[in-house]
């Protein structure tokens, strides 16, 4: 065993912390940002308040950073429903195998997901529930003899659809494509709605119809015969909770149609409440072909995710060429159920809607003066604060005063993320107005110091 340098360089930060720094990589986190702030090690949570090792709580305003704690810390439901499964039946392995839970999830899924929608494959996370409706999209093409050459997979700029490899293809945000490229040949990018600002300077509306139509001009380009399919996420959360105009999704759902090219809709990161519906889909009256889920499937209490495809693109095969070893865990089916359950019984996505417009009221209103505040804006539980530098020009900062006001809001116990030109909160949907009137006095102070620090007065 040898020690690491990284441990000797930041000496005394507690037990944890420095068995951390020796052992753990830190996916996507700045080196030196580690070294310079040590890593978080949190002990123990209660509903929506985080703690640490020191003892200070916070208010987690990000739903455990990835967004995908949707009920908060210490549901006992979900914790005893996995328990009980796992002593019951944890897993019989995939394939054909099944434990019982996991078909009823799958009815479950069939009966809340839109449209056709009722063929379900489970996995173990968002990547992989990607990767599953890239092949299935190629392989039904392929073997329902509708497009027995297509391979040709469309996304859009600074989307994200996960790490892996198929899933990095067809991704474009948070820096991780370059260097893992050659990707899966056949993937191409095209321009999709923002808000604020887009890098033709149009307004929101005119750019999403822009966008739309260069779907069209890019199938054409590449060839229909030779596209299986277009990958969107309903939010784009590249620069803070991108939510298209309304006529955007139906104009795509119509190109998809015009020239067979399937739909995949990725709901990781919007399933299950987020947006203040079960699934973001549902505000854009559009139905996919294919869906991806994972996140807040489980709350976050047991990783899982699953594809959803419409029935004719799974019984137009003989067999579909793709599996996981962690298909269809016992307790994961056992968490999804029990977390679906909760969100039923509790009315907790009608909450999430109620509160979330409270929530995004209350931070337009706080924020309304600041001269480094552009644009508020957000869905259901899931609210973006879109900085700029200058006002006048949309210009986004370049340094770091996003992150400046994120450290700031946790000196003052509440949890945020930076997301590009913003920052984020996406609190969980048990979330009380109490606390999210603490989250926004906490945001607004923030706000207002560092602007304040940094020569922008008010
Ligand atoms: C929209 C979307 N798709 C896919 C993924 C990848 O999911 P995972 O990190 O569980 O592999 C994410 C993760 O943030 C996501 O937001």
Same mark, same amino acid.
């Given at each position: 065993?040898?020690?690491?340098?990284?441990?000797?360089?930041?000496?005394?930060?507690?037990?944890?912390?420095?068995?951390?720094?020796?052992?753990?990589?830190?996916?996507?986190?700045? #080196?030196?940002?580690?070294?310079?702030?040590?890593?978080?090690?949190?002990?123990?949570?209660?509903?929506?308040?985080?703690?640490?090792?020191?003892?200070?709580?916070?208010?987690?305003?990000?739903?455990?950073?990835?967004?995908?704690?949707?009920?908060?810390?210490?549901?006992?439901?979900?914790?005893?429903?996995?328990?009980?499964?796992?002593?019951?039946?944890?897993?019989?392995?995939?394939?054909?195998?099944?434990?019982?839970?996991?078909?009823?999830?799958?009815?479950?899924?069939?009966?809340?997901?839109?449209?056709?929608?009722?063929?379900?494959?489970?996995?173990?996370?968002?990547?992989?529930?990607?990767?599953?409706?890239?092949?299935?999209?190629?392989?039904?093409?392929?073997?329902?003899?509708?497009?027995?050459?297509?391979?040709?997979?469309?996304?859009?700029?600074?989307?994200?659809?996960?790490?892996?490899?198929?899933?990095?293809?067809?991704?474009?945000?948070?820096?991780?494509?370059?260097?893992?490229?050659?990707?899966?040949?056949?993937?191409?990018?095209?321009?999709?709605?923002?808000?604020?600002?887009?890098?033709?300077?149009?307004?929101?509306?005119?750019?999403?119809?822009?966008?739309?139509?260069?779907?069209?001009?890019?199938?054409? =380009?590449?060839?229909?015969?030779? *596209?299986?399919?277009?990958?969107?996420?309903?939010?784009?959360?590249?620069?803070?909770?991108?939510?298209?105009?309304?006529?955007?999704?139906? #104009?795509?759902?119509?190109?998809?149609?015009?020239?067979?090219?399937?739909?995949?809709?990725?709901?990781?990161?919007?399933?299950?409440?987020?947006?203040?519906?079960?699934?973001?889909?549902? =505000?854009?009256?559009?139905?996919?072909?294919?869906?991806?889920?994972?996140?807040?499937?489980?709350?976050?209490?047991?990783?899982?995710?699953?594809?959803?495809? #419409?029935?004719?693109?799974?019984?137009?095969?003989?067999?579909? #060429?793709?599996?996981?070893?962690?298909?269809?865990?016992?307790?994961?089916?056992?968490?999804?159920?029990?977390?679906?359950?909760?969100?039923?019984?509790?009315?907790?996505?009608?909450?999430?809607?109620?509160?979330?417009?409270?929530?995004?009221?209350?931070?337009?209103?706080?924020?309304?003066?600041?001269?480094?505040?552009?644009?508020?804006?957000?869905?259901?539980?899931?609210?973006?604060?879109?900085?700029?530098?200058?006002?006048?020009?949309?210009?986004?900062?370049?340094?770091?005063?996003?992150?400046?006001?994120?450290?700031?809001?946790?000196?003052?116990?509440?949890?945020?993320?930076?997301?590009?030109?913003?920052?984020?909160?996406?609190?969980?949907?048990?979330?009380?107005?109490?606390?999210?009137?603490?989250? *926004?006095?906490?945001?607004?102070?923030? *706000?207002?110091?560092?602007?304040?620090?940094?020569?922008?007065?008010?």
């Amino acid at each position: 065993m040898t020690a690491s340098d990284d441990r000797s360089l930041r000496p005394n930060i507690g037990e944890f912390a420095d068995m951390a720094m020796q052992h753990c990589i830190f996916p996507l986190a700045d #080196r030196a940002g580690v070294l310079r702030d040590g890593p978080n090690i949190f002990v123990e949570g209660r509903g929506v308040e985080l703690k640490d090792q020191e003892g200070k709580t916070y208010l987690d305003m990000m739903g455990s950073h990835t967004r995908a704690n949707s009920l908060g810390y210490g549901c006992e439901e979900i914790a005893r429903a996995v328990y009980e499964q796992l002593l019951q039946l944890h897993y019989v392995g995939t394939v054909d195998n099944f434990v019982e839970p996991s078909v009823r999830l799958a009815e479950k899924l069939a009966q809340l997901t839109p449209g056709d929608l009722s063929k379900v494959m489970f996995v173990s996370g968002g990547s992989e529930a990607v990767e599953t409706a890239l092949k299935l999209a190629k392989q039904y093409q392929v073997e329902s003899g509708r497009k027995p050459r297509a391979y040709k997979i469309i996304s859009r700029w600074n989307a994200y659809h996960g790490a892996t490899m198929g899933a990095l293809s067809v991704t474009d945000w948070l820096g991780t494509r370059h260097i893992s490229e050659p990707g899966v040949p056949g993937t191409t990018l095209i321009p999709g709605p923002t808000r604020y600002r887009n890098p033709f300077g149009m307004a929101d509306d005119e750019y999403a119809e822009f966008c739309a139509n260069y779907l069209e001009q890019q199938i054409l =380009h590449e060839g229909p015969e030779l *596209v299986a399919a277009f990958i969107a996420e309903p939010v784009m959360q590249a620069n803070g909770v991108q939510v298209p105009p309304s006529g955007y999704f139906p #104009r795509i759902r119509e190109i998809c149609d015009r020239y067979d090219v399937l739909l995949i809709i990725d709901e990781v990161i919007t399933g299950f409440g987020r947006t203040g519906a079960w699934f973001a889909s549902e =505000h854009f009256g559009i139905s996919p072909d294919i869906m991806t889920v994972a996140k807040a499937l489980t709350a976050g209490y047991f990783p899982a995710g699953a594809a959803i495809a #419409r029935p004719d693109i799974v019984e137009a095969m003989p067999m579909f #060429r793709h599996v996981h070893t962690f298909s269809g865990h016992g307790g994961g089916a056992a968490a999804a159920l029990a977390n679906i359950a909760i969100c039923e019984r509790d009315g907790l996505i009608e909450k999430g809607e109620e509160n979330g417009a409270f929530f995004l009221e209350a931070l337009q209103s706080a924020l309304r003066d600041s001269p480094i505040v552009g644009d508020v804006r957000g869905i259901g539980m899931w609210v973006a604060i879109d900085l700029t530098a200058d006002p006048e020009t949309k210009a986004p900062f370049t340094d770091d005063t996003a992150a400046a006001i994120v450290r700031a809001m946790r000196t003052n116990g509440v949890l945020a993320s930076t997301i590009g030109t913003a920052f984020e909160m996406a609190p969980p949907l048990i979330t009380e107005r109490d606390q999210l009137e603490q989250a *926004v006095a906490v945001t607004a102070e923030s *706000v207002h110091n560092v602007a304040a620090a940094r020569g922008f007065g008010r």
